[in-house]
């Protein structure tokens, strides 16, 4: 075990050794590259040798400005900058950049007939014959490159046609880089009339003129090979080995409300880990009311904006659920364990924080910070997380690709000042409906530019994955998903995007908007926190800690966002529930959702929506009365040519609704006098009847309950 470790730590050194070998010579190369993707401490330098990083990807080109109409425009598929022709075939060009430069991420997913079955080809400085040729999926994802997890794709839970295809290895130019790909499947740009469909992101570096690249070439790589394969070793087994000696600290105690547990350290040195696991009868707000504050340098925490300021769960990655997660830089242990490798430095002192913002005894049973040795200067930058809270937020209605219907809007996740580098971001949500929430696209925009340097083709494709699959991804470097059921269903999902190679650096400001695209119309709580390095203190000043997001109840189940309760108050006339905010119980068949159309006259412009259903099947729903009451109630259901007969039952009143009909519209029936409960009242709806048809399936809409005067 023993000659094993000292076999692996020489590994990495030889690794390290000749990116900073390659990198005191200024030469960048795979080498060099490779070795900076996992030198943690490359991170927290300004780069010395001025780069830009920027993204091509296959975004709606609708998309010009925000002042017009295709702003937030959705058709990201199959777009391209141009169309060559080699022999009788087409190549479509992807990516087209004068150099020095070098791609340092690329994500591919596709759909359609044959679809990821063309040929990828990548052409450096300017040659005629690509160096790089073949199967998509087999350059990005395959082995043609590399390995897991330079070349990987995820989750591997999910079918390999849906899944995200992510090459991290990179590939640098010294005069020119350009990227096709050659398809007989591709009908039209955005894949409106079928054909294939190609989605594409590509994150590259641009140098400034001079700098001494070598540019990648089949040659280059297999003299490479020795480093890749150590590379990928390191990454794949998650070692987390420190680069320099460590003192450690133990950091334990219990915290009352509105109290903090401190540490402070002394000198020019950096945190290399962190180290934490909370105690609490309800630890999911715990992981959400407990913040980690850390500071720098004579910055107390009485300042507007400390350089770290996020709920314990969020930055760690697990959001306010404990969720097990192993990337390069965070871990979460299924007991609960919390722990982060960010190099954190400071020139002069650093106070840790753990503040306790709930209204709950909160314990660190488990604490432990490890500092070492930090040579502080001109390029050293200081470790920052921003987090914010959009609590109830309203999505807006039905979505069209078009983004012309539905309201989509940008969510700003930070706005920065100052010089730095942008270095990763995670996201934890609570859906509340049967619908995708993350259409929306990234818009970084880098030192005060009017059109985003990286605009992408939906959140699932930034986080690297596809196609909203909700499966797990938890043991990949830089990108994780620990829980995706509420990603098509009402749930939690928590993602994640760490940046190595692909981090972004500024100069002057920084800003990272997200498109709240969600298909239909819902109220989610949604949390953003973003992970930066500043040379100084900067960043935008109306950014102030989110104290108020930090104490909020969190979303454990849908009825925290969405209340099933009614309470009759004579004062408001009608009284109703929505069907939609009933809470779900089961099915024995069909499928449930919830409908929403802004060309309805549905109340509150959303129904249920039960589909599928033979005749049979059951469907249940419940709502609650804040107490006893007999009322004259009446349902309003929607009449379709497609929907059947049902059995509707609302505790044990049961009625016959014909809701068949060759004109869509509404229809309201007299269910009578109805003793409602204290507490649960149960609906059961049973299909009794379906119009012959080639399923023999019926659809059920539901809109709302009405409920008359009371009677004692």
Known sequence: MKKSYLLFIGIILFVVMSFKTLSENKIISIDSLLGEMIDRDNLAHFP?????????????????????????????????????????????????????????????????????????????????????????????????????????????????????????????????????????????????????????????????????????????????????????????????????????????????????????FYGSKAIRKICIKLNAKNLEQALRSTVLNVTYDGVD???????????????????????????????????????????????????????????????????????????????????????????????????????????????????????????????TLFNTVYAWWGEGDEKIYVDGENFPSHIGTGTEDYYGYAWCRPEKIVNHPFIAQPDGSGNFVPGYTV???????????????????MEMWHWTRATIDYASVCFYYLENHCKDPNSKPDVEGAKRPVAIKRTDIISPEIEYNKEIKPLSIQAESMIFKKATGGEFAYDNNVKTSWADNMIVDWYNAKIGNKLELVFISKAKYTLPVSAVFTVANNSGKFKFTLNNKSVVADLISDKAGLKTINLGLIKLNKGENKIVVEVINAPPSRTNAVEFGFDQLLFGSTIK
């Open 48 to 264: 010395e040798q001025n780069y830009t990083c920027a993204q091509f990807s296959s975004y709606d080109r609708a998309t010009v400005s925000p002042n017009q109409e295709g702003w937030f425009a959705n058709w990201d598929r199959s777009m391209f900058i141009r169309t060559e022709s080699r022999g009788n075939k087409k190549e479509y060009v992807m990516m087209d950049t004068d150099g020095p430069g070098s791609i340092v991420r690329f994500w591919m997913t596709f759909a359609g007939k044959d679809c990821g079955k063309g040929i990828l080809r990548i052409y450096i400085d300017n040659d005629s014959i690509p160096v790089i040729e073949g199967g998509a999926m087999d350059i990005l994802s395959g082995d043609k490159l590399a390995n897991s997890p330079l070349a990987t794709s995820v989750s591997h839970l999910s079918k390999y046609e849906t899944r995200g295809h992510n090459l991290y290895f990179p590939i640098p130019y010294a005069k020119h880089c350009k990227v096709t790909y050659q398809s007989d499947n591709i009908k039209d740009a955005g894949a409106k009339t079928g054909g294939e469909a190609v989605y594409y992101n590509i994150n590259y570096r641009t140098y400034e003129n001079g700098t001494d690249i070598t540019s990648y070439s089949p040659s280059e790589k297999n003299k490479t090979q020795a480093v890749t394969t150590a590379t990928e070793n390191t990454l794949s087994q998650f070692k987390k080995t420190i680069a320099v000696p460590t003192e450690k600290y133990k950091f334990i105690g219990k915290i009352k409300p509105n109290d903090k547990l401190s540490i402070s």
């Open 301 to 427: 925490n009485k300042q507007a904006s400390p350089s770290v300021w996020c709920p314990v769960g969020d930055f760690f990655g697990t959001g306010y659920q404990i969720r097990e997660i192993n990337t390069w830089y965070t871990e979460v242990n299924k007991d609960g364990v919390l722990s982060a490798w960010w190099v954190m430095p400071f020139e002069k002192n650093c106070t840790v924080n753990v503040i306790n913002l709930g209204d709950q005894n909160v314990e660190v049973s488990k604490g432990e910070i490890e500092v070492g040795s930090w040579k502080w200067d001109e390029n050293s930058m200081y470790f920052g997380a921003y987090w914010k809270d959009f609590y109830h937020l309203k999505t807006g209605e039905m979505k069209n690709n078009s983004g012309t219907a539905g309201a989509p809007f940008d969510m700003n996740h930070v706005t920065l000042s100052g010089k730095g580098v942008f270095v990763g971001d995670a996201v």
């Open 495 to 513: 993602n994640s995007r760490y940046r190595s190679l692909d981090a972004i650096p500024f100069e002057r400001s920084f800003k990272f908007d």
